[in-house]
């Protein structure tokens, strides 16, 4: 039996938006994009959502709308995908990366309080595998230093203190303490890479609580301006009768979504309360077989939270990176995909050539060290899942 990690789980359904969508004459951002952004705002319960090209061009426009740069700096933390930092170097700010809480994935809040300077603009927590973050103790901590913060745009001096942007690829139908991920922090940026619960190929969202003196509308036309070349109106405006001309307000960035995948997006959305449900019962019976043999899993489901479910992360106590890499060479010689999530991003070139250390990180190198991924999907079958975790469990059985 052959197990993928993560294949799209794409239907007939969005199969047929597709093809309405190509057969319409119009492929690029237009009405679909916008009835899906307009459904994701209704589903989170925000004002507005802007659909992008990716996860990660959601969270640089969030930084370049509230004038993030030179001299400012952003923290976030060690254990995560290079996009979160990526983006502050993008943008010329100072990239600060802080170590996880002893033996959690979480970033280590003490150490955020800490960093904190007056040149701190931003935090980008990460919602990692689906679990929401503490959003309480962030917002105890930016509230506590905002005699600290010195503002530099109209958006920033509105919030009045370190703003959250979070960095919410996982986490699309999250929820903590009963509120949508999305809806929590000032500024939340989510995947629908082909890999993720609810893929569009690739494209993002990015959402906003709202702010006093800033309307949504203003936000979102600015992020318009951002994605689309500084354009005055974007190409399905400009093609109505006698609307040809446009101005060019800023000399800006080209990261729109299109309406080939929203047309995906459109009915991925219409199926995803199933298909939580369905990786809600994988962790369940995944979580029966590994928690009875001393396997640690990422709590998916707490009375504070509720998971989106997206990665299935596990610690085997006490192996090293060596003994890690067998066991996942014998997953893949029964034909199991599994995968490493993540490999700390001091440990990789660009950002050792920055100047960051691991040794400065070890509580994240500590869960890196014994870290295996299985397969969580909603193409899984139960005989797929009894594969896998059988497979795991006998395999496993000889490092502990």
């Known amino acids: ?108 809040y003490d150490a955020v309080e800490k960093a904190i300077t007056e040149k701190t603009k931003v935090i980008i927590p990460v919602d990692l595998g689906g679990v929401p973050c503490n959003y309480a103790r962030l917002f105890q901590i930016v509230e506590s230093k905002k005699s600290l913060f010195r503002p530099a745009n109209k958006i920033q001096e509105a919030i009045g203190r370190v703003i959250i942007s979070a960095d919410t690829a996982h986490a699309f139908g999250a929820k903590w303490r009963n509120m949508y991920v999305g809806n929590i922090a000032d500024f939340s940026s989510f995947s629908f890479h082909a890999v993720k619960n609810l893929t569009t190929a690739e494209g993002g969202a990015l959402t906003w609580r709202p702010i006093d003196g800033i309307t949504d509308e203003e936000i ?34 080209k990261c729109n979504m299109t309406d080939v995948v929203a047309a995906i ?54 192996i090293t990176c060596e003994e890690r890499n067998e066991i996942i060479q014998r997953m893949a010689e029964q034909g199991i995909a599994t995968n490493v999530h993540y490999k700390p991003l001091p440990m990789h070139t660009a950002y050792k050539n920055m100047g960051f250390d691991i040794a400065d ?40």
């Open 1 to 108: 039996m052959k197990i993928s990690f993560s294949p799209p789980d794409i239907s007939v359904l969005e199969i047929h938006e597709v093809c309405e969508a190509l057969k319409s004459g119009w492929i690029t951002t237009g009405p679909m994009t916008k009835r899906f952004e307009k459904d994701i705002a209704e589903m989170i319960g925000v004002n507005k959502a802007c659909c992008l090209n990716s996860q990660t061009a959601c969270a640089e426009m969030a930084l370049r709308l509230l004038g993030v740069g030179e001299g400012d700096e952003v923290i976030t933390t060690a254990y995560t995908y290079t996009a979160t930092a990526a983006v502050v170097c993008h943008v010329g700010a100072k990239l600060v990366l802080v170590d996880t809480m002893p033996n959690s994935f979480e970033i280590n």
């Open 220 to 253: 979102y036309h600015q992020l318009q301006l951002f994605s689309l070349h500084g354009q005055s109106k974007d190409a399905f405006q400009k093609t109505q009768l006698g609307s040809w001309e446009y101005d060019v307000i800023g000399t800006w960035y």
């Open 265 to 318: 997006g459109l009915k991925q959305l219409e199926r995803y309360p199933r298909m939580l449900e369905y990786r809600r019962q994988i962790i369940k019976y995944y979580d029966e077989a590994l928690n009875a043999i001393g396997v640690e899993t990422l709590q998916h489901y707490t009375n504070e939270y509720t998971s989106s479910g997206h990665l299935y992360i596990t610690r085997v106590p006490n």
């Open 361 to 400: 990180f070890p509580n994240a190198y500590a869960h890196f060290a014994n870290e295996i991924t299985l397969p969580l999907h909603t193409c899984l079958t139960g005989e797929m899942e009894n594969y896998v975790i059988s497979n795991y469990v006998n395999i496993v059985k000889d490092y502990l």
